[in-house]
């Protein structure tokens, strides 16, 4: 049997066998391989049209600030307090934020085209019919401000223009404790400090603890393309320096079984999505207990819960946070806090994937163009794997050479498979040929084309990333199929290159693949099938200055 042939019928079944996976997630089925971090849960967890339904909602949102025995007071009468809602605008945000309770009830990314509509931004905290996700903060331990309480907010710059910083300082005063909020927004950067301080104006010690909570709707967001890396996903995830990252899911939270770090004095919380993050990140060193709850039908929460110690009468204690929501831009998320670079998820070829986008990193800092950017990583990898590759196809070329004794000794011992094994041996022997070389070109870059589909999936750096002409984004399918279609060719001269299988069928096969592949590429990142294009490209020089100049011509009858 030919090995060579056989390596490639389980690559192509691998290849189809992804398909189908791809195809049952993109209709909304479970994936055999990578489960969904979120479950269908129905449409009945929205926000409530009017003010009063909403504050019948969110009072079951108090208990989710707990984790522990007791939750929330109730946040009193809000219906007499008339909420405003402030809107801060710097170079790469525009943040609402509602007075009644000083939550962040928008936040839309400036640089990020939606992925439908390219005339609207991205939008990640959001309250509207389709979607609930929210940044609360507040006190726990008594009848003091939580996100449900009115605040006011001090006048102030709104929009940063030439400065450096925009600062928004809320106040709200209840039974005696005032909490004072100060969201600083800086140039530049998607990180939000939000700086807690409680006065106490009573007579007596207060013993308050701060929640950060993040506030999130379990519905299934609409499906994107199959490997186009435009669909979605949202899912709660903690870290702490003790149990490191995990990824946690809605359906999980719903029945009560999801398992996480409870206490740390470090990390963070934090909801994900495809090229997204939102995470609060409590001051280092803190105390803090992690809660995942069910607040409302379909509305779940991920938060922290940090004691602020006794206050005396006339005291004040502050407590910082940071709130960052922005892409997963591996630079920045490295930056902000320990572990936070692993909510990009490589998916099962992270260790292979971290390395290789790296490179292309330094090359893109070099050429500012993550198309070329590919070209040249491709030529890299060519050149680097060239000493293993050019065996195996030393050995391709060889076995071209002698394709017509090897046709010649299976038609020979056609009746007797052990003879004719045998035969073969002796031939390879003979030729010095190594009947596993062949394999080697597919199977070294098999590991690369897999950890490179997990990069152009995960690296929000290549979204809406162009290369030229046609290409506008490389992490979406290529819109007028003409890479597939070159790709189709490239593989079809590399067929031919290669010696031709005696079975007549499996010969028809081979040149069938091809076109198979072609069809499949029509749903990939056109940044991947760039990136097959140039490695046949070169494979197709290489085998042919192997052919013509390494392996002597076969001798004339």
């Not at 449409?43 to 929330?72: E, I, R, Y």
């Not at 009830?105 to 959001?126: I, Q």
């Not at 603890?209 to 709707?217: A, F, G, I, R, V």
């Amino acid at each position: 049997m030919d090995i060579k042939r056989t390596v490639l019928w389980v690559v192509f079944s691998m290849s189809l066998l992804i398909l189908w996976d791809n195809w049952m997630r993109h209709t909304g089925k479970q994936s055999m391989f990578f489960p969904t971090s979120t479950a269908q849960q129905g449409k009945s967890g929205t926000t409530p049209a009017s003010p009063a339904a909403d504050a019948a909602k969110t009072a079951a949102a108090n208990a989710t600030a707990t984790g522990v025995p007791g939750a929330l007071p109730p946040a009193g009468d809000v219906s007499a307090f008339k909420s405003e809602r402030i809107t801060i605008i710097t170079d790469l945000v525009k943040v609402d934020i509602d007075t009644l309770g000083g939550e962040v009830k928008r936040l839309e990314l400036l640089k990020h085209k939606d992925n439908t509509d390219h005339t609207k931004n991205v939008v990640l905290f959001n309250e509207d019919a389709k979607r609930t996700y929210l940044a609360q903060t507040g006190l726990l331990g008594g009848d003091f401000p939580n996100h449900k309480s009115g605040f006011v907010a001090k006048p102030g710059i709104r929009v940063m223009g030439e400065g450096n910083q925009v600062q928004l300082v809320l106040e709200a005063e209840k039974a005696g404790v005032k909490l004072t909020k100060t969201f600083t927004f800086k140039k530049g950067d998607y990180v939000i400090d939000v700086k807690h301080e409680v006065t106490n104006n009573t007579t007596a010690p207060v013993t308050p603890s701060l929640y950060l909570q993040l506030l999130h709707d379990g519905t299934k967001p609409e499906s994107g393309g199959m490997f186009s890396g435009s669909g979605d996903f949202f899912a709660p995830a903690v870290y702490t320096e003790t149990d490191k990252f995990q990824k946690l899911d809605f359906e999980k939270i719903e029945k009560g079984s999801d398992s996480h770090a409870t206490k740390a004095d470090n990390g963070w919380i934090s909801m994900i999505q495809h090229f997204f993050v939102s995470a609060f990140i409590p001051q280092d060193k803190a105390q803090r207990e992690i809660f995942t709850k069910k607040v409302d039908t379909n509305l779940y929460a991920v938060g922290s819960i940090l004691p602020m110690g006794s206050i005396a009468p006339g005291a004040s204690v502050m407590m910082d946070a940071r709130l960052y929501s922005g892409p997963q831009e591996s630079d920045r998320l490295e930056k902000v806090a320990p572990g936070l670079e692993l909510v990009k998820d490589y998916g099962i070829l992270t260790i292979l994937a971290k390395p290789l986008f790296w490179l292309m990193e330094v090359i893109h800092k070099l050429l500012g163009n993550w198309g070329w950017t590919i070209v040249v990583f491709t030529i890299a990898i060519k050149l680097a794997l060239f000493p293993l590759s050019a065996a195996g196809y030393r050995s391709m070329a060889k076995m071209k050479l002698v394709t017509p004794k090897m046709t010649a000794v299976r038609e020979q011992y056609k009746n007797e498979p052990q003879k004719m094994n045998q035969a073969m041996m002796e031939l390879y022997k003979k030729e010095k040929i190594n009947p596993l070389g062949g394999c080697l070109p597919i199977l070294i870059q098999m590991p690369v084309f897999l950890s490179l589909y997990w990069v152009l999936q995960a690296s929000v750096e290549m979204r809406g990333a162009p290369w030229v002409g046609w290409i506008t984004d490389l992490t979406a399918p290529d819109p007028w199929y003409i890479l597939p279609v070159i790709y189709a060719i490239s593989m079809y001269i590399t067929t031919k290159l290669n010696p031709a299988p005696a079975d007549p069928m499996q010969a028809k096969m081979m040149l069938f693949m091809p076109l198979a592949f072609s069809v499949m590429f029509f749903f990939f990142p056109s940044g991947l099938v760039l990136y097959w294009v140039v490695n046949n490209v070169l494979s197709i020089a290489q085998q042919w200055v192997i052919n013509n100049k390494l392996i002597p011509a076969a001798p004339k009858p």
